[in-house]
């Protein structure tokens, strides 16, 4: 073990997946599994083999997948859990074999209907059966966070004299204090013979919203393994961030002089993927992955932002592979910002102007939460008709649960009309598609958002997208009943501010 390395065992296949309505497919956790490789975690905790076929051809999927992790599977201080285990992980190049018991009172006394000596005799049992079908073991005692520290001491000390390589010691209620959590570590470090032969680990739940806290105390106090999910995802109230943790090591640097093996740059990508695929949204405000996480709406911000980025962020957007910050207009905006924005639309104006535009500014933004381009060139007095470089002049769309999506755009240009016909996945898609036939300009969909802003069937439909091309970013608004026109529509304002932007 390298003593100054943070190994990072990701749970979101396991605990992650507990959540209700999160459930993966083989298929989904295969690709999940080999995000997180290429994200570079160590272990990748891949189920609970035993509980259910799915789970266990899951784990034995995963383990021909991935090479690189640790390849973990779970099981409880029983027999045939074990066994199962092994059999699911045999195609592991790096298998691991996660088992344990929990250790509180209150899990000897109500769970187990146990004793403690019983609960040390099981520890070792279950530890030294293990290691006949893996080399790599790893002990968990359930709500060590309630354990009295000189009984886990006891149990830690059987595990690893049986051969375990790792000891968890998890907060499974979330109840611990950091430092609390920091002290029962170095509790174990000192007290426990041998502890120098195996990883402590931490595992920490967010029932008091302090999961990362006691985890960041763990590795203050010795732990160089720290058991985490991508966005937080896990039972009840969740598991300790991956993301956060990494990047509180990365920010931190000079304090912690630790290495971990997580790239940064993926992390945005990754959590973005389990977010879509467990079909959990990550809540706006979340550190690090939130949309908000790099978004400024108050005048003061965006004035310092714009003047340094370190006025107010301490992580730089691109370290998790953001691409840049993002300003938000609102009533609480300052003129710094208005500028900004309206300099990325091609509008250059003096003070005086700028002065004036304040003002109309102001009185929209007090009537909605948030201004977007639209609102801005409707205040400067400029007809999106006439500034757009490419004008929608047909469309028309064949799709059905028996036809692949066809769709033929008709695009007025200053070149004349120009047709194209293609097809897609949906019918957005194929038109997408044809659009991008009658582009001269290479450019990536990276965002697509519908949103409905009247109610009944016939809803007017406000889209927004956004376009990458050669490293920018450029924005596109639309409204309409048809919800296809206006995504066409949507498309093609963004890429007329390319061509906009080009010719300035």
Request: hydrophobic share 40%.
């Amino acid at each position: 073990m390298d003593n100054n390395r943070v190994y990072f065992f990701d749970t979101t296949l396991r605990d992650g997946e507990q959540v209700p309505g999160c459930q993966l497919n083989t298929i989904e956790k295969i690709e999940v599994a080999r995000a997180l490789e290429a994200l570079g975690v160590d272990v990748i905790e891949t189920g609970f083999p035993v509980s259910s076929p799915g789970d266990f051809r899951s784990v034995q999927e995963i383990s021909k997948a991935v090479s690189e992790p640790v390849v973990c599977a779970l099981t409880r201080a029983v027999k045939k859990d074990i066994e199962v285990a092994a059999d699911a992980l045999r195609h592991a190049r790096r298998p691991r074999i996660h088992t344990g018991i929990g250790t509180s009172f209150f899990h000897i006394e109500y769970k187990l209907n146990s004793t403690r000596e019983k609960i040390i005799e099981r520890t070792r049992e279950a530890v030294h059966y293990a290691k006949k079908f893996v080399e790599d073991v790893e002990f968990y005692a359930e709500d060590a966070g309630r354990t009295d520290n000189e009984y886990l001491a006891r149990v830690v000390e059987e595990a690893i004299t049986a051969g375990a390589t790792v000891v968890n010691i998890p907060d499974t209620t979330g109840y611990c204090l950091p430092e609390e959590y920091g002290a029962k570590i170095r509790y174990l470090r000192e007290n426990v013979k041998g502890i120098h032969r195996a990883v402590i680990s931490t595992h920490c739940h967010n029932d008091l919203g302090m999961a990362t806290a006691n985890t960041v105390a763990g590795i203050i106090n010795g732990a160089r393994q720290v058991e985490v999910t991508v966005n937080g995802i896990g039972e009840r109230a969740g598991n300790t961030s991956l993301e956060e943790v990494a990047m509180i090591l990365k920010s931190r640097s000079k304090d912690f002089s630790l290495f971990c093996g997580i790239r940064s740059k993926k992390i945005f990508s990754t959590s973005r993927l389990v977010s879509s695929l467990m079909n959990m949204p990550v809540q706006p405000n979340k550190a690090v992955v939130g949309r908000n996480a790099f978004a400024h709406s108050s005048g003061i911000h965006q004035d310092g932002v714009l003047k340094n980025r370190l006025n107010y962020e301490i992580i730089d957007p691109k370290d998790v592979g953001v691409r840049q910050s993002s300003i938000i207009l609102t009533a609480r905006s300052g003129r710094a910002a208005l500028k900004h924005r309206l300099e990325t639309l091609g509008y250059r104006l003096e003070k005086n102007e700028l002065d004036s535009m304040y003002v109309k500014f102001l009185e929209l933004a007090d009537r909605k939460k948030e201004l977007k381009d639209d609102d801005l060139e409707a205040i400067a007095g400029t007809s999106r008709k006439k500034a757009r470089g490419f004008e929608l002049a047909g469309l028309q769309v064949l799709c059905g649960n028996s036809v692949q999506p066809t769709a033929t755009v008709t695009v007025n240009t200053e070149n004349g009309k120009i047709t194209e016909t293609a097809s897609g996945n949906g019918p957005i898609d194929a038109a997408f598609s044809a659009v991008k036939k009658i582009l001269s300009r290479k450019v990536q969909l990276e965002e697509f958002l519908v949103q409905a802003i009247t109610r009944g069937s016939d809803d007017i439909g406000k889209v927004h997208v956004q376009v990458e091309n050669r490293g920018k970013l450029y924005y596109g608004f639309s409204a309409s009943t048809d919800i296809i026109t206006a995504s066409v529509e949507a498309f093609l304002d963004a890429v007329s501010k390319i061509e906009r932007s080009v010719k300035q």
